[in-house]
Antibody, heavy 115, light 105 residues
Framework: EVQLVQSGAEVKKPGESLKISCKGSGYSFTSYWIGWVRQMPGKGLEWMGIIYPGDSDTRYSPSFQGQVTISADKSISTAYLQWSSLKASDTAMYYC????????WGQGTLVTVSS | EIVLTQSPGTLSLSPGERATLSCRASQSVSSSYLAWYQQKPGQAPRLLIYGASSRATGIPDRFSGSGSGTDFTLTISRLEPEDFAVYYCQQYGRAFGQGTKVEIK
């Protein structure tokens, strides 16, 4: 059974760093793109970027380029989304999803940034 | 960068009615790379349609997709209670449309 399991909810202060994870199982992790999607409270889906764990080819939405870093560790079938300095406006639900199109989704990680 | 614009923003319909959702692209999109997703409150999105017109695994045949170039459509032939949700179109590995909410009239 294909599964994407994301790390748990986070509460952070502005300026702090954060790395959230997405662990794939039940399929060949290196053979599918993994994308990240932001959903701010009460808003729509925003595509952030995507990584191919097989060769670490990574692409970013222009809106998120330079704001976040997407990475993957294929040895443990895990993709990551990280921030070096969080802002209150980063408060959102973040989803990882497999493939293009995205046929399997993680359960989401809620990130709250508040002083 | 291609922008996808969905209309209407909200569709108010009754169970049993037909829903027609539009997704218009700012430039031509290969129909092979256009998908539709459904999202219900508190849940992750679910893939409905890929390649503009192919239903994903387990998706009922009341859902259908069509279109090419810059104009794409998702049709729900007869709305079931569980179909009231928000629907998004997406070019693979690119931005989503802003979504259409299908609500109970």
């Amino acid at each position: 059974e294909v599964q994407l399991v994301q790390s748990g909810a986070e509460v952070k202060k502005p300026g702090e760093s954060l790395k959230i994870s997405c662990k794939g199982s039940g399929y060949s992790f290196t053979s599918y793109w993994i994308g990240w999607v932001r959903q701010m409270p009460g808003k729509g889906l925003e595509w952030m970027g995507i990584i191919y764990p097989g060769d670490s080819d990574t692409r970013y939405s222009p809106s998120f380029q330079g704001q976040v870093t997407i990475s993957a560790d294929k040895s443990i079938s895990t993709a990551y989304l990280q921030w070096s300095s969080l802002k209150a406006s980063d408060t959102a639900m973040y989803y990882c999803a497999r493939g293009m199109p995205s046929d399997y989704w993680g359960q989401g990680t809620l990130v709250t940034v508040s002083s | 960068e291609i922008v996808l614009t969905q209309s209407p923003g909200t569709l108010s319909l009754s169970p049993g009615e037909r829903a027609t959702l539009s997704c218009r692209a700012s430039q031509s999109v290969s129909s092979s790379y256009l998908a539709w997703y459904q999202q219900k409150p508190g849940q992750a999105p679910r893939l409905l349609i890929y390649g503009a017109s192919s239903r994903a695994t387990g998706i009922p045949d009341r859902f259908s997709g069509s279109g090419s170039g810059t104009d794409f459509t998702l049709t729900i032939s007869r709305l079931e209670p569980e179909d009231f949700a928000v629907y998004y179109c997406q070019q693979y590995g690119r931005a989503f449309g802003q979504g259409t909410k299908v609500e109970i009239k």
